[in-house]
Nanobody
Framework: QVQLVESGGGLVQAGGSLKLACAAS??????????RGWYRQAPGKQRELVAS???????NYADSVKRRFTISSDNAANTLYLQMNNVNPEDTAVYYC?????????WGQGTQVTVSS
């Protein structure tokens, strides 16, 4: 059974930084080669892709977070991270990590990020 547990959300002031973590269990060593990443959903808006990793190190970012957010993966610990720098109120949302594993997509429970102006 694959499980994803997010942590690191909270309240941060505009211009500040926050680091989210997503600990995966049940994937074994295939974590490092599975597509994985972060989505977010703001109130009244559709869920949108923030950043993703395909394979071992190919990354992709939404235009709105490029040069501010960095996705990384500690494959020894089966943990995915999202470093968020220079945040703004438009980054306020619930952030979800996901992993594609053996034809299914698994999601974390979500972590709230609130950016105050």
């Amino acid at each position: 059974q694959v499980q994803l547990v997010e942590s690191g959300g909270g309240l941060v002031q505009a211009g500040g930084s926050l680091k989210l973590a997503c600990a995966a269990s049940g994937t074994g060593s295939t974590f490092s080669i599975s597509p994985r990443g972060w989505y977010r959903q703001a109130p009244g808006k559709q869920r949108e892709l923030v950043a993703s990793i395909s394979g071992r190190d190919s990354t992709n970012y939404a235009d709105s977070v490029k040069r501010r957010f960095t996705i990384s993966s500690d494959n020894a610990a089966n943990t995915l991270y999202l470093q968020m720098n220079n945040v703004n109120p438009e980054d306020t949302a619930v952030y979800y990590c996901y992993i594609g594993w053996w034809g299914s997509t698994y999601w974390g429970q979500g972590t709230q990020v609130t950016v105050s102006s």
